[in-house]
């Protein structure tokens, strides 16, 4: 592959893990005290970095080197910055207060993911009667919840 292609697939990647981290040039020219100019040189593939300065880079994204210099398709489903910062702040957690948050984790889940339907028992008692309007219930249950996260709801409820 030609330096200008290596150039530029660094400068994708680059590009790809400052919008994942959600920052500017200035940003990364702060955090790692790179000159400004030397970063939009590699955001325009004019040069290419040194590899100081891609273990540097690698580091502050928490990646590894092959991840700036190798044409890759990342995945899917990544961490975003937040996640991250939620899952290093759990792991360094004592295991007593590990064991709370999973408490509370997964109260929050099943209270998001759990289907509540009450229904009025007729005076008959009817179970197949019952039987038939609480599978009527859920059904519109799940509609309701089919509709309102096929719009603009970004995350996930199973």
Known sequence: MSDLGNKQ???ENIRYYMKKKQIGRRDLCEALGFKYSTVTD???AEKYPRIDKIEMMANYFRISKADLVERHVPAKEEFSAAEREHLEKYRALSK???EAIDVQLDFFYKKDTTIEVTIQVDETGERAA????LDAELEKEKEGR???SSGSSARARR
């Open 9 to 11: 697939i660094m400068a």
């Open 42 to 44: 590699w955001l325009n």
């Open 96 to 98: 007593e207060h590990q």
């Open 130 to 133: 019952l039987l038939r309007r």
């Open 146 to 148: 089919r509709a309102s």
